[in-house]
């Protein structure tokens, strides 16, 4: 029941949309804080399993989520660069960056406060911080960052146009832009012609909705035990949906090509 609910009025507007979002992942940062739960991706499997991170034990369980942070910058020259990542979440992949591709320093910011403090309190890393923030206000000075990258959250804002200029603003030339998203066809042709109109070089873009569900596919079983264990029955719709197990409508229609996810590089000349 609260699954369609959430279905049926998550999209209405931008604006709501943006503040359902915030409601949505400060409740889920304040009253799930399980210290085993550090990623919300729908994760990515390499075709070739030889370009998949050797992990150490612990990183395993989160191979696939770790893994569409790692797609993301692994081509990137990171060590010794400043990193801002947009939309950190719980901070999964600020942590897997910070310590197997040692930037010199690593900013991650969120607009849910719950989640950065859980971000803060579980990730020690001397090069890594984490302070609340806007995707379409940031509070960094221009030409603050190296690189900026953006897992899975883009979606969620109220403006696609103001995030991309803010990005621009605070890198520098020759920096980085990595983004990575599932959205519409329609919402993809808006965010296309953002993109055109913006002063970024474009590098490359990716289609990797095959490896999201392949992904998907891999940890539906493990995920659907996880929640049953830790959520109460009456959200567990609503964390089905978000998490796209099998079955749900978030994962058939990424399978039936509904949803797209993609990957985009870009340069500031
Ligand atoms: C699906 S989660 C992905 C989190 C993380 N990137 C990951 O892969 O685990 C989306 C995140 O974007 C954040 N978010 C939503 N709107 C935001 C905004 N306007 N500014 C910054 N973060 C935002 C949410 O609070 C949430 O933590």
């Given amino acids: 029941m609260l699954g369609s609910i959430w279905r049926s009025i998550k999209f209405l507007t931008p604006s709501f949309n943006r503040a359902l979002s ?3 992942y400060e409740m889920a940062a304040k009253n799930f804080q399980f210290e085993d739960w550090r990623f919300m991706n729908f994760g990515y499997v390499y075709e070739n399993d030889k370009d998949s991170p050797v992990l150490e ?12 942070y790692d797609h993301l910058i692994k081509d990137l020259n990171v060590e010794n660069k400043k990193i ?4 950190s979440g719980r901070g999964g992949g600020a942590n897997y960056i910070s310590k197997y591709y040692k930037p010199l320093s690593y900013v991650g910011i969120d607009i849910s406060q719950n989640a950065i403090d859980f971000s803060n309190r579980v990730n020690n890393i001397d090069t890594l911080s984490f302070e609340q923030g806007d995707a379409e206000n940031l509070s960094f000075k ?8 953006n897992v899975e959250s883009s979606h ?10 803010e990005v621009f603003r605070v890198l520098p030339s020759d920096g980085y832009f990595a983004f990575t998203d599932i959205m519409t066809i ?48 009456f959200v567990r719709g609503v964390a089905e949906d978000i998490s796209a197990v099998k079955g749900t409508r978030p994962y ?18």
């Fill in 142 to 149: 221009d030409q603050t960052f190296d690189i900026v990258i």
């Fill in 252 to 269: 058939n229609k990424l399978e039936s090509g509904k949803l797209i996810y993609k990957t985009y590089l870009f340069v500031k000349d």
């Fill in 84 to 87: 801002l990542e947009v939309g």
């Fill in 57 to 68: 034990k612990t990183d395993e369980l989160d191979r696939y989520f770790i893994q569409l």
């Fill in 186 to 233: 329609s919402k993809w042709n808006e965010i296309e012609k953002i993109i055109n109109n913006s002063k970024f070089r474009k590098i490359y873009e990716k289609d990797i909705s095959q490896n999201a569900l392949n992904s998907l596919t891999k940890v539906s079983e493990w995920r659907k035990t996880w929640l049953e264990d830790k959520f109460p029955s």
């Fill in 156 to 165: 969620c804002y109220g403006s696609f146009d103001k995030f991309l200029s």
């Fill in 22 to 24: 915030k409601f949505g």
